[in-house]
């Protein structure tokens, strides 16, 4: 906590103006104040993160392959690609 602390006053240190500051604690509480606030609110959204781990997700894979043999290429490296990696599917 004092590391955030430390790192808001710093960010407040590039922020403020010195001679604001010298005229204005209170300004410079409050500006403290919403930096953390925010850091902290960024931080807790960050973690809202809806995790399936045993969904499988579907990727569609768009191509202009040709002639028919690299496709049938491409084709194999996706089934390889599918039965290495059970959670995703192309």
Sequence with gaps: ?????????????????????????????????????????????GGCQAIHPHQVTHITLWHGVNPPQNRDFLQKLVDKFNQTHSNIQV
């Design 1 to 45: 906590m004092m590391k955030l602390l430390k790192f808001v006053n710093h960010v407040d240190q590039l922020l403020i103006p010195h001679n604001f500051r010298r005229k204005s604690k209170k300004a410079q509480y409050y500006l403290s104040s919403l930096l953390l606030v925010l850091f902290v609110g960024i931080l807790a959204l």
